[in-house]
C-alpha cells in the first residue's frame, strides 16, 4: 500500500516545549498556522501534488544547472520528473498496533505489567532488600517500618506513586498525603507514611556488590539493567506506523550528577537527557538511549553524536521503508545517506552552516517572503524557504533535507511539502513528553536512578494506555481517558496489598477504611468475626470489659469473647488450640470435645 502523506494533526501536535521549533542561529520558526494543518490534512498520500500557481510565490531560479558547495559536494538546480508511480521507498507492507503477546490485554493492570512484569519487580524487590537489610541496622527498634519488602507490597509502592500523578500531588510532602482530612484514603490503605518514606530511601534496582566495577565502563550502571528491560519490551509490544520521530527529553534533575545536563529551551532546564523515538502519530515510545556523558565509548566509524543516536533507534526498523523526523541537531548528509541505504527515509531542518550546503542556498537577498529554493541528487532534496512575515523582505530562511520526495512539489498553502510533513510529524517525543508531565509521579529526589525510574513509571503509563486503547477500539467499545486509565491502574496495583493487610493486626478503623476504599464488604465482616476471637481482642481497646460468664463470683472481667457462645471469659477459662485440632467454625471436632476438660488441669 501507499504510504499516508501526512498524519492527523487532530491530535497533540501542538506541543508547548519550545524545542519543536528550534532551528538553530541562522533559521526561524516554521509558522506552523490552522490554515496548514487543514491544509497538510487534506493530503492523502504521498503521490498527490499541486503545481505553482500564479498567485503563489515563483521558485528560485539560480540559472545554473547545478552548484556545489565549499566541500565539493554537488547539487542539481532541475528538478526531477515525477513519474505516475508512487516510489519504492514509499511503499509499506506492515499495520501498526499491538503485537499478538499484547493484543489479549483488557484492563488497564494487564496492560501495566506487560512492562514491569513479575520478573522485574522481584529483582527490584531483590535489591531493596538487601539495601533495607543494611538500613536497618541504624533503627534501634525493629518493627514494621524497617521489615523486608515483598512484591505485593512493591507494586501497592508502585500504585501509590501513579495515584500521586493522577492526583497532580507528586510535590506534596508525607504529611500532607497521607492527612486524614484531605489526603487521598488510597496511600493510608496501602502504607503509612514513614513505611512509604523508608521504601522510598531503599529502593535500589542493581546489585550493589558489582556497581563500582560496572560503572567504570558505565556510569548508567544503577539502573542500566531496569532501562534496557523496559526498552526491549517497549519494542516487542508494538508496530509502529510509517512515521517515527526522534528528539531529546529532560528528566528535571537538580541533584548531583556527573552527566546532568543544561538545556535552556527545554522546562526543565537542568536534568537527564534522553533521546528517545516515538510514534508520530500515538506517541507509544518504541525506543530510547539516555546519554550517560562523554565516557562512553566514540561511535564506530567516527560517527558524530546525533548520527550514531538515530542509526541505533532505528536499527530494528531497517528495510521497512519507514519515515524519520529529526531537528536540526541531529540531521546531516551523511546521517541521511546512511539510512536511505538501509531503507529509511528522512526528513529534518538542517543548519545551514554545514558545509554540504551551497552558499546560494543561504543567501536572503532578493529572496520574496514565501518563495522556496531546491536542489536535488539522486535521491535527496534540499529546501530553502523563506518565511511570510510582516516584513518586506525575509530575516532568515528555514533549511529542511529529505529523502522522501526528490521533486519541487509545493502544498496547497504554497509551503514546500517536506515542510508541511515536518510540521505534521515533529512532536512525536514533544508531545510525548507533554503527556508524561500532565499526569507526572516524579518526585523530588537526590538519587538520579530514581528520576529514572519515576520516568519510566510515566513512560509505561503512556504505552500501557495506548495498547489498552487499540484493544478497546478493535473490540468497538468505548476509549478510556488517560486519567480513568491511571487510576484504576494505581487502585488494581493497591487492592491485592491492602486485602492481606486485613489479615494483619491493625487498627479496626484503618480495616474500615480499607474495605470502604476497595468495597470489600465481605472482607470486612471476616476482619470483623477474627476480631472477635481472644487472640484479637486481648489488647484491642475497642472493646469494652466483661465480668467472665464461667467465674463463680463473676468478679473477673476479660475482653475475651467466646466464638461459639459469645459470652465473657477470663484468661483462667481460655484455651488455645490449632487450626488442625478445630473445623472453620473455630469449635472442636467432635472426637476432641470431650478430652478438652483436660487441658483446662
Given at each position: 500500500m501507499?504510504?499516508?502523506?501526512?498524519?492527523?494533526?487532530s491530535?497533540?501536535?501542538d506541543?508547548?516545549d519550545?524545542?519543536?521549533y528550534?532551528l538553530?542561529?541562522?533559521?526561524?520558526?516554521l509558522?506552523?498556522?490552522?490554515d496548514?494543518?487543514?491544509?497538510?490534512s487534506?493530503i492523502?498520500?504521498?503521490?498527490?501534488r499541486?503545481?505553482v500557481?500564479?498567485?503563489?510565490p515563483?521558485?528560485v531560479?539560480?540559472?545554473?544547472e547545478?552548484l556545489?558547495?565549499?566541500?565539493g559536494?554537488?547539487?542539481?538546480?532541475?528538478?526531477?520528473?515525477?513519474k505516475?508511480?508512487s516510489?519504492r521507498r514509499n511503499?509499506?507492507?506492515?499495520?501498526?498496533?499491538?503485537?499478538?503477546?499484547?493484543?489479549t490485554?483488557?484492563?488497564?493492570?494487564?496492560?501495566?505489567?506487560l512492562?514491569f512484569?513479575?520478573?522485574?519487580?522481584?529483582?527490584?524487590?531483590?535489591?531493596?532488600?538487601?539495601?533495607?537489610?543494611?538500613?536497618?541496622?541504624?533503627?534501634?527498634?525493629?518493627?514494621?517500618?524497617?521489615?523486608?519488602?515483598n512484591?505485593?507490597?512493591m507494586?501497592?509502592?508502585?500504585?501509590c506513586?501513579?495515584m500521586?500523578?493522577c492526583?497532580?500531588?507528586?510535590?506534596?510532602?508525607?504529611?500532607?498525603?497521607w492527612s486524614?482530612?484531605?489526603?487521598?484514603?488510597?496511600?493510608r490503605?496501602?502504607?503509612?507514611?514513614t513505611?512509604?518514606?523508608?521504601l522510598?530511601?531503599?529502593?535500589?534496582?542493581?546489585?550493589?556488590?558489582?556497581?563500582?566495577?560496572?560503572?567504570?565502563?558505565?556510569?548508567f550502571?544503577?539502573i542500566r539493567?531496569l532501562w534496557?528491560?523496559?526498552?526491549?519490551?517497549?519494542?516487542?509490544l508494538?508496530?509502529p506506523?510509517e512515521?517515527l520521530?526522534i528528539?531529546?527529553?529532560l528528566?528535571?534533575?537538580r541533584?548531583?550528577?556527573?552527566?546532568?545536563?543544561?538545556?535552556p529551551?527545554?522546562?526543565a532546564?537542568?536534568?537527564?537527557?534522553?533521546?528517545?523515538c516515538?510514534?508520530?502519530?500515538?506517541?507509544y515510545?518504541?525506543?530510547?538511549?539516555?546519554?550517560?556523558g562523554?565516557?562512553?565509548?566514540?561511535p564506530?566509524?567516527?560517527l558524530s553524536?546525533g548520527?550514531?543516536?538515530?542509526?541505533?533507534?532505528?536499527?530494528?526498523?531497517f528495510e521497512?521503508?519507514?519515515?524519520?523526523?529529526v531537528?536540526?541537531?541531529f540531521?546531516?548528509?551523511p546521517l541521511?545517506?546512511d539510512?536511505?541505504?538501509?531503507g529509511i527515509?528522512?526528513?529534518g531542518?538542517i543548519?545551514?552552516i554545514k558545509?554540504?550546503i551551497?552558499?546560494?542556498?543561504?543567501?536572503v537577498?532578493n529572496?520574496t517572503?514565501?518563495?522556496a529554493?531546491?536542489?536535488?541528487?539522486?535521491?535527496?532534496t534540499?529546501?530553502?524557504?523563506?518565511?511570510r512575515?510582516a516584513t518586506?523582505?525575509?530575516?532568515k530562511?528555514?533549511h529542511?533535507?529529505?529523502?522522501?520526495?526528490?521533486t519541487a512539489?509545493i502544498?496547497?498553502?504554497?509551503k514546500?511539502e517536506?515542510?508541511?510533513?515536518?510540521?505534521?510529524?515533529?512532536?512525536?517525543?514533544?508531545?510525548?513528553?507533554?503527556?508524561?508531565?500532565t499526569?507526572?509521579?516524579?518526585r523530588k529526589?537526590?538519587r538520579?536512578?530514581?528520576?529514572?525510574?519515576?520516568g519510566l513509571?510515566?513512560?509505561?503509563?503512556?504505552?500501557?494506555?495506548?495498547?489498552?486503547?487499540?484493544?478497546?477500539?478493535?473490540m468497538?467499545?468505548?476509549?478510556?481517558k488517560?486519567?480513568?486509565?491511571?487510576t484504576?491502574?494505581?487502585?488494581?496495583?493497591v487492592?491485592?496489598?491492602?486485602?492481606?493487610r486485613?489479615?494483619?493486626?491493625?487498627?479496626?478503623?484503618?480495616?474500615?477504611?480499607?474495605?470502604?476504599?476497595?468495597?470489600?464488604?465481605?472482607?470486612?465482616?471476616?476482619?470483623?468475626?477474627?476480631?472477635r476471637?481472644?487472640a484479637l481482642?486481648?489488647?484491642?481497646?475497642?472493646?469494652?470489659?466483661?465480668?467472665?460468664k464461667?467465674?463463680?463470683?463473676?468478679?473477673k472481667?476479660?475482653?475475651?469473647?467466646?466464638?461459639?457462645?459469645?459470652r465473657?471469659?477470663?484468661?483462667?477459662?481460655?484455651?488455645?488450640?490449632?487450626?488442625?485440632?478445630t473445623d472453620k467454625t473455630g469449635?472442636?471436632?467432635?472426637?476432641?470435645?470431650?478430652?478438652?476438660?483436660?487441658?483446662s488441669?
Open positions: 501507499n504510504r499516508t502523506g501526512v498524519l492527523d494533526s491530535g497533540d501536535q506541543s508547548s519550545d524545542r519543536e528550534e538553530g542561529d541562522d533559521s526561524e520558526d509558522e506552523t498556522s490552522e496548514e494543518e487543514s491544509s497538510a487534506s492523502s498520500s504521498r503521490r498527490r499541486r503545481e500557481s500564479p498567485s503563489h515563483p521558485l531560479n539560480f540559472g545554473v547545478k556545489v558547495s565549499r566541500s559536494y554537488e547539487w542539481k538546480c532541475n528538478p526531477h520528473i515525477r505516475g508511480k516510489q511503499i509499506v507492507h506492515y499495520t501498526k498496533g499491538p503485537t499478538v503477546e499484547a493484543r490485554v483488557r484492563d488497564p493492570l494487564s496492560a501495566f505489567l512492562f512484569p513479575d520478573e522485574v519487580i522481584q529483582e527490584i524487590v531483590e535489591w531493596t532488600n538487601r539495601k533495607i537489610e543494611v538500613s536497618r541496622r541504624a533503627y534501634k527498634t525493629k518493627d514494621h517500618k524497617v521489615a523486608n519488602t512484591e505485593l507490597e507494586k501497592a509502592f508502585i500504585g506513586l501513579i500521586t500523578g492526583q497532580k500531588s507528586n510535590h506534596l510532602n508525607y504529611k500532607e498525603l486524614p482530612n484531605y489526603g487521598c484514603p488510597v496511600y490503605s496501602a502504607t503509612s507514611s513505611r512509604f518514606e523508608f522510598v530511601e531503599c529502593l535500589r534496582f542493581d546489585n550493589p556488590d558489582t556497581r563500582e566495577e560496572r560503572r567504570k565502563t558505565d556510569k550502571a544503577p539493567s534496557e528491560r523496559f526498552i526491549r519490551r517497549s519494542g516487542q508494538y508496530v506506523g512515521y520521530t528528539d531529546e527529553q528528566l528535571s534533575f541533584g548531583r550528577c556527573g552527566f546532568r545536563m543544561y538545556i529551551n527545554k522546562p532546564k537542568y536534568g537527564l537527557k534522553l533521546v528517545l516515538c510514534d508520530a502519530q500515538t506517541k515510545l518504541v525506543g530510547g538511549i539516555p546519554y550517560a562523554k565516557q562512553e565509548p566514540p564506530q566509524g567516527n553524536l548520527h550514531y543516536y538515530v542509526r541505533e533507534l532505528m536499527r530494528p526498523y521497512s521503508n519507514r519515515n524519520v523526523t531537528d536540526n541537531w540531521t546531516s548528509i541521511t545517506q539510512l536511505f541505504t538501509h527515509t528522512l526528513v531542518t543548519k545551514p558545509p554540504e551551497p552558499a546560494e542556498m543561504r543567501t537577498e529572496r517572503p514565501g518563495s529554493a531546491f536542489l536535488h541528487d539522486d535521491y535527496m534540499l529546501v530553502s524557504y523563506a518565511p512575515s518586506k523582505k525575509p530575516k530562511l528555514v529542511v533535507l529529505t529523502t522522501m520526495d526528490n512539489s502544498g496547497m498553502n504554497g514546500p517536506a515542510i508541511l510533513l515536518y510540521n505534521v510529524t515533529k512532536g512525536g517525543v514533544d508531545t510525548f513528553d507533554q503527556m508524561a508531565a499526569y507526572s509521579c516524579n529526589t537526590r538520579w536512578p530514581l528520576c529514572i525510574f519515576y513509571l510515566n513512560a509505561g503509563g503512556i504505552n500501557a494506555w495506548i495498547i489498552l486503547s487499540h484493544n478497546l477500539e478493535n468497538r467499545k468505548p476509549s478510556m488517560r486519567r480513568n486509565f491511571l484504576e491502574l494505581a487502585v488494581s496495583l487492592k491485592p496489598w491492602a486485602k492481606q486485613l489479615s494483619l493486626h491493625i487498627p479496626r478503623p484503618l480495616a474500615g477504611l480499607i474495605c470502604t476504599t476497595f468495597n470489600l464488604q465481605q472482607e470486612e465482616q471476616q476482619h470483623q468475626d477474627g476480631q476471637d481472644g481482642l486481648k489488647n484491642s481497646k475497642f472493646n469494652p470489659l466483661h465480668r467472665c464461667s467465674c463463680p463470683r463473676g468478679d472481667r476479660s475482653r475475651y469473647i467466646c466464638k461459639g457462645c459469645r465473657s471469659i477470663c484468661g483462667g477459662h481460655l484455651y488455645t488450640f490449632c487450626f488442625e485440632c469449635h472442636l471436632f467432635p472426637g476432641d470435645r470431650e478430652d478438652s476438660s483436660e487441658l488441669s
